[in-house]
């Protein structure tokens, strides 16, 4: 599986809309910003009908078995961050 680097997505963004790199990885960096901050601030952010949702979900605490010592560790709960893709962005992954 293939991945691209940040700059080479700036790149793609930058020639697509046909903006400066500059402005484009200002622009990348602060929808970044603003989905991290809300995200940590318990909130869902839904990004239209052709991308998807990131939403703040809690693990339940659980104990699990240290495997040199077979001694039970308890694990917190924690919150962790969910990706639901839209649709629209299954079916384009799956054509």
Do not use: C, W, Y
């Not at 979900?57 to 694990?75: F, G, Y």
């Amino acid at each position: 599986m293939d991945r691209i680097s940040k700059s080479t997505l700036i790149a793609q963004v930058a020639e697509s809309a046909g903006i400066s790199k500059v402005l484009t990885e200002s622009v990348i960096n602060a929808a970044l910003s603003a989905i991290t901050s809300a995200v940590s601030n318990g909130e869902a952010v839904h990004l239209g009908n052709t991308f998807g949702t990131f939403q703040p979900r809690m693990t339940k605490p659980v104990t699990k078995l240290n495997p040199s010592t077979k001694a039970p560790i308890a694990v917190p709960a924690k919150q962790v961050i969910k990706f639901s893709p839209s649709a629209a962005l299954k079916s384009a992954v799956n054509k």
